[in-house]
Each structure stands twice: as structure tokens, then as C-alpha cells.
């Protein structure tokens, strides 16, 4: 079973998240977005400490943007977040390259779509240089046998969205 195959269903339940489904009708408010942006932080932080395949990847001062345009630091990292978070990091690089693709093709592509229906300028959509070598990067690191992490991601980033969900308004 290929890749997408074997994380195709946690990765329609994430896409079918309340949050999720909610953000891409733009129906998020200001500050549901800001605690969404927050969470993102720590996790871009977390693998940006790391060795990417590609430089222009970086997300993390285009998340700290979007945040100090919506009014910056008003939310704590939460338990999800933290237990995900704390899961990357104790992760060898292969394991970590699964990660890297689930959290930065996610906003690659389906990302894409998100800018127009979020809060502010949407930096952390934005990426600098050709978008198919940046593609191209993430899909060189990319394998068959990487499903099971993912599938791992998958679950803490629904996690995530759940209580993003219950905490919103």
C-alpha cells in the first residue's frame, strides 16, 4: 500500500475536523485563529530545530508574523499541542521526515486554500522561491514505509483541532 493510501483515512478525519471545516469556510474568528496560529508555532518551532530538505520550507518567522498581526501572544501552548510537540522531539530524523512532509505539504497544498478564508495576510501560507523544488524537496524525502508516522501526526494533529474546537469562542 502506498503512502497516501495508508494515511488516507486520518487524513480525511482531520480535513473532516469541526475547526478544520469551519477555517475553510472562514468562519473562524479573530481569536480562534490567533490560539490555531499559536499552536502551529511550537510545532514549526519544534521541527524547524531540526534539518529540513529545503531552506525556504521555514515557516516559523511567517507564523510569528501572522501572529503579531492578529495581536500577538494571548494563548499557552495546549496539552495536545505539548504532547505532540514533546513527541517530535524525541524523534530520530527519519522519523521526523514523515512529520515534515504531513505538516508542510499540508500547507503547501491544502494551505493554498485556507489563505483566503482566515484572519489577517496569511503569511504562514506564503513561501519564497519555486513552489514545485520546494514540493520537490519534501517529496524526495517522502516513502512507502513512513505511513505508520504519519498516521501517528494525523492523530496528534486531530487531537489538536479537537480541543482548538471545544476551545473556540
Sequence with gaps: MNLKEATAELHSKAEKMMFNQRMFRGELSQ???????IQQSYI????????LPHPNLQRLSSINEDINELGGYTFKISKPTTDYVVYLGDL???????????????IMFGGQMMKSKVPGSG????????????IGSVRAIQNDEMADE???G????????????????
Design 31 to 37: 481569536f480562534e485563529y490567533l490560539n490555531y496560529l
Design 154 to 169: 494525523f492523530q496528534y494533529i486531530i487531537n489538536i483541532l479537537d480541543e482548538l474546537q471545544t476551545n473556540a469562542g
Design 92 to 106: 530520530n530524523q527519519s522519523s521526523l521526515n514523515a512529520h515534515i512532509y504531513l505538516n508542510y505539504l499540508a
Design 123 to 134: 503569511k504562514m501560507y506564503e513561501f519564497d522561491g519555486d513552489m514545485r523544488e520546494l
Design 150 to 152: 504519519v498516521n501517528k
Design 44 to 51: 514549526f518551532q519544534e521541527i524547524e530545530n531540526r534539518k
